[in-house]
């Protein structure tokens, strides 16, 4: 499994915006499915964004399409969670996951790896 550290987490105001970024180490990200996750308290835990490795094919929750967007940078080994136009509604603790090879649906069972997640509070 990969350790996996997220970070960017914190405090806005609705309508702002926030990134995460996904990193590791020892292991080369792009070469790994990546998935962004996050779970609100008393909600299961939901797929946010995922790509597939070497830009791959992206996957996206309807909640999220047109305001979270997903990216690599390779050169940095991180992947990137940019969040705009937020809502009290994403207010949840967001996870960064991986996953060997390819994936085909962005679910939390899809992956193996997991960080510890970092806090997200959006304020009316």
């Known amino acids: 499994q990969l350790p996996l550290v997220e970070s960017g987490g914190g405090f806005v105001q609705s309508g702002g915006s926030l990134r995460l970024s996904c990193g590791t180490s020892?292991?080369?990200?792009?070469?790994?499915?990546i998935g962004w996750f996050r779970q609100a308290p008393g909600k299961e835990r939901e797929g946010v964004l995922c790509i597939n490795r070497s830009r791959g094919s992206t996957y996206y929750a309807d909640s999220v399409k047109g305001r979270f967007t997903i990216s690599r940078d390779n050169d940095k080994n991180l992947v990137y969670l940019q969040m705009n136009s937020l809502t009290p509604e994403d207010t949840a603790v967001y996870y960064c996951a991986a996953q060997w090879g390819q994936i085909n649906s962005c679910r939390p069972t899809d992956f193996l790896s997991w960080g510890r997640g970092t806090q997200v509070t959006v304020s009316s």
């Open positions: 020892g292991f080369i990200l792009d070469y790994y499915a």
